[in-house]
Structures are given as C-alpha cells and as structure tokens.
C-alpha cells in the first residue's frame, strides 16, 4: 500500500461546485503539503501545516482552503471551482524541516 | 518571479551516453537543492540532494553538482538507460521549510 495516499486520482466537475480532494499519510510525517503542477510552470505550493493545529498558506493559496483532520489527514477544498483550477494535485509530507518530502500519486482535476 | 530555473523543457540522450539536466537559481539562502523523477502518472519521488556546503553528491549513476558562485546546479546520470526517462525536477530550500521547484526537464533516453 502506498504511504501517501490521493482520492480521487481523477475528478471531472463543473464550474462553481465545491470539491475536496483528501490526502492520508501511514508515514508518520509531522508536515504535510499539497502543491499543484500545471504544464511549463512545475509544482507550485498550495497550502502547508506543520502540525493540526498549524495551517499556512503557500504562494497560490487563493480558491483554496485546507483542513487538517488528524496527523494523517489533510484534505484540499475548492470551494468553488473554476477553470483554471483545471490541473495535477499532490499531497506531500515530510519528517521535519528541511528533510525530503514524499508525494501522493496525484489527483487529475478538470474543471469544465 | 521564478526563483529555481529549469531553461530545457527537454533533453534526449542515447542509450548509455551521460546526461546532464541543469538548474539554476537566484536566492542566495537556498541552502539545499534536491532533484525528483516524476513517471507519468506518479508522484515526484525523490532522487538525490546536496548541501550548500557540498560542491558535489554522489549515488550510482547519478552524481550532482552545485556551483555556488554561478548559482548553477546540474545532474549527472551515466550510463543513461531507459528506464531514466522521466521528467526531473531540481528543487531548492533555505531555512523556510518549503521546497521551491523548478519547471522540469523531460529526459527521453533512446535505445
């Protein structure tokens, strides 16, 4: 089993409708990010947290908010989409600062 | 403002020749650099890393190089096979607990 895991990994759905992508980790990893990755412009980060009670916001944090459930969970929400959010999703989490991160396998989202 | 650089969108190399991906970068406090693979519908994985305090990193095929003063940073794989073809990414942090990454460079290894 993997030990960061996306669901969905694929998601069609139309402009103005909330939806929520969630990542679990078996990991044990204090930090968890979730960044997106459009064509030409590499992974950009979303949101981050440190821990439950730690939530910051990333360079594109805009028409998205987070929740972090548990140490293991953290979940993505659009509240309500729009096009452009039309992208590849990853979830990461890492040990400490400055250590590696390890990613989910990737949420394919199109907003129509 | 892109502050980690990857200037070739692509690279194809034969079949045990040496490729070479290049990275550069402007901040001057990124103090870690690290380079990912990322196979089509998979997640980044990680590669190798290297300090600042660290010209040079080695793991098998793959060695990474960092110069500090051109603020240039490349990766190293030889021989190239196959099952390198992927698309890497450099990344960078400085004491902010987040990564900075580059656009990627897809490598295409031919036999």
């Known amino acids: 089993d993997a030990d960061v895991t996306q669901t969905p990994r694929n998601r069609i759905t139309k402009t103005g409708k909330r939806i929520m992508l969630e990542c679990s980790q078996t990991k044990g990893h204090d930090r968890m990010y979730w960044y997106r990755q459009d064509p030409g412009l590499g992974l950009r980060l979303i949101y981050y947290?440190?821990?439950?009670?730690?939530?910051n916001k990333g360079e594109i944090s805009d028409g998205y908010s987070v929740s972090r459930q548990a140490q293991a969970k953290f979940s993505l929400s659009l509240e309500s989409a729009i096009p452009n959010q039309t992208a590849l999703y990853f979830c990461?989490?890492?040990?400490?600062?400055?250590?590696?991160?390890?990613f989910g396998a990737g949420t394919r989202l199109s907003v129509l | 403002d892109q502050q980690v650089k990857q200037n070739s969108p692509s690279l194809s190399v034969q079949e045990g020749r040496i490729s070479i991906l290049n990275c550069d970068y402007t901040?001057?406090?990124?103090?870690?650099f690290l380079w990912y693979k990322k196979y089509p519908a998979e997640g980044p994985t990680f590669l190798i890393s290297i300090s600042s305090i660290k010209d040079k990193n080695e793991d098998g095929r793959f060695t990474v190089f960092l110069n500090k003063s051109a603020k240039h940073l490349s990766l190293h794989i030889v021989p190239s096979q196959p099952g390198d073809s992927a698309v890497y990414f450099c990344a960078a942090s400085g004491g902010t607990d987040k990564l900075i990454f580059g656009t990627g460079t897809r490598l295409q290894v031919f036999p």
């Open positions: 990461a989490t890492a040990p400490g600062s400055g250590d590696i991160q390890y």
């Open positions: 901040n001057s406090m990124f103090d870690y």
């Open positions: 947290s440190f821990d439950v009670k730690d939530i």
